[in-house]
């Protein structure tokens, strides 16, 4: 019985191991996109406009609110930012907990301005990396779809998970970030059974792809 089982896990081990080197042949295949040539002050408009929106949107709630003088600790990616706004938020006192690839948490009963404060403050103390901000030109959605139906897909339903019929490319670039939208992974989020389950398929099967914002 243990021969038989060692064979069984050992068989397991060796079509992860071939799926995984699949994937990262495919994923080498793909033509990274050609990203358009920002400039530093380009980015650093681009991040201004994000810390004037926020201030905006806190000032909009609470007008008399005391804005400190904030700096900036890092800049972010997009799949760091809900852990960064939790641990920075939960040093402030309040709760926030990083799940399902985006932030939990709301302002205590009575707390909604000094809460709101500080959320503007870890935002622009974390801002997201600009250029993950910048709307995505027709090449790197392009590289998107390509990603998504080449690798993403096949290491979805690998995991046995089923993924929506893709439309056509031409058709995706031309809805893209539009309401209805083909979204890969809408039923992977109605299936995963746990927070651990999500989070695995996650790493494995990541959603961003590699190069989308120039590597």
Known sequence: MRVDGFRYFAGITLSLAA?????????????PPDLPDYSAADLEAQTAADNQRALDALLLD?????????????????????????????????????????????????????????????????????????????DQIRYLYDYYTTVMTPCLEAEGYEVPEPPSRQTFISTYGQPGSWAPYRLVAEAASSQEEWDRINRLCTQTPPELFGG
């Not at 799926?19 to 033509?31: E, F, I, K, Q, Y």
């Not at 997009?78 to 302002?107: F, H, K, N, R, V």
């Open 19 to 31: 799926l995984a080197l699949t994937l990262t042949s495919c994923a080498a295949a793909l033509r």
């Open 62 to 138: 609470f007008p008399d609110a005391e804005v400190p003088e904030v700096e900036r600790v890092r800049l972010v990616s997009l799949e760091e930012w809900p852990t960064a706004m939790a641990d920075c938020l939960t040093a402030q006192g309040y709760l926030a907990i990083a799940e399902d690839g985006g932030l939990s948490t709301a302002p205590p009963f009575g707390q909604e301005e000094p809460y709101a404060v500080a959320y503007y403050v870890c935002s622009v103390e974390y801002p997201i990396n600009p250029r993950e901000m910048i709307p995505l030109v027709e």
